[in-house]
Structure formats: C-alpha cells, structure tokens
C-alpha cells in the first residue's frame, strides 16, 4: 500500500505551462541572444531548477550569462505574479483528489524544481496549504535539481516511510528518472509539459489521463 503519494507542482497539479514558457521567452528573447525557440522547447525544461534549465536552453553561452537569465527570468515571473497576469488554474480534480487521499491517512509532499517563494505563492493562491505541511515541500532552494534523487530522499526520511510504499507523480521524465533513482514508483500524467513519447522513454511505473485515478494507485 503506498503511504507517501510526492507530487510535482507545474504541469502536475497546476495547469501553468504557457505562463512558464511565455516568461522564458520573455527573458530569452531580452537578451537577443539570436535563437528562436519553440514552445516544445521551452516547456521540455519545465520541471528543471532554473540554472539547468539555462544550461539546456543555452548551453553554449557561459555561467556568467546564465546567471543574469535567472535573475531576468525571476524579476519578470514575480512582475507578472504580482499583476495577476499569469494564467496558472489548477487542473481538473486536484483537490478532490488531495482530499480523498488526506481522508484515507496518506501523507502527501510536492518535490519541484520551483523557488521556494514561488512555491509557496502557489500553494497560497490555490488553497492548497492544508494538504502539504511545510516540513513535505520540497523545492530548488533545498536540494539538487531533478532527476537527481535528493528531494524525495529527504522526503522519505523525514516522513519515515520506506521507499516501496512511496509515489512519485509528475509529468516530465525528469519527474520520473528521479522517481527511479530513489527507488519508488512512478505515475506520469499524460496532460503535462512532455508528451507521451518523451515519458514513456522514462519508462513509468503507472500512467494516469486524469487525476483520479491516482487514488487507485494507492489501494
């Protein structure tokens, strides 16, 4: 029985792709490095902390240069935030399920590669704070990025449950490559930021079209 279900946060419980890739192309293109690029592109870094993120959007730009993308990128994002100009729903079921899940005695922890603020504005702004306590958030400011393992180690330990009652749903391979090297399964959602070729080379444990089949995973 799976008692610790980890969500990601963009692209999982929250529908924020386009405003995730409209502020990325917004930075990119501030800086006029002379490469167009597509959505696909730009969303397939979805899920990465942001200085891996860079480095894969511009890998053949230097340190220096991706450090000032970081710092444009998070000016602009907190700009739109504030002006209430990203449209960032979440998805259909996310608190039905968060509900069923929190009455059946499950813990439940996010593992994203979002800021901590950032995280914590998302939660706020969807109500979501009753169903993941501070000590199971686990975000870019406490541990390397995805795929590496570290986020869901921690979380393991810190809710003392063993690797195989534990879950890992996301919606990038990124998600699910972290998944495997901590040894715990894996969902991919099928309505995220990578389709469901680039997932299945991932190789998942599960798959879900819709959130609540989650919560038959866990029986």
Known sequence: MIRL?????????VDSQAGIVSVLRQTLDDFRL????????????????LPEAMAALCPEQPADIHHQLILRY???YQLAADRA??????????????????????????????SRRGLERTLRQ???DPFFPPRMRMTADDAP????????????QVSCVPPDQALMVGDTTFDILMGHAAGVSTCA??????SKDQLATAQPHHWVD????????CE
């Open 5 to 13: 279900v980890i969500f990601d946060c963009d692209g999982t419980l």
């Open 34 to 49: 002379g490469q167009s690029w597509s959505d696909r592109q730009l969303a397939h870094v979805v899920g990465l902390s």
């Open 74 to 76: 998070k000016a602009l």
């Open 85 to 114: 100009t990203l449209h960032t729903p979440l998805f259909p079921g996310v608190t039905d399920l968060l509900t069923t899940l929190q009455q059946s005695g499950r813990q439940m922890a996010i593992a994203t590669g979002k």
């Open 126 to 128: 969807h109500q979501l």
């Open 145 to 156: 990025s995805k795929p590496h393992p570290a986020m869901i180690l921690q979380l393991l």
């Open 189 to 194: 959602v099928t309505f995220g930021c990578h």
């Open 210 to 217: 819709q959130l609540h089949q989650i919560s038959l995973l």
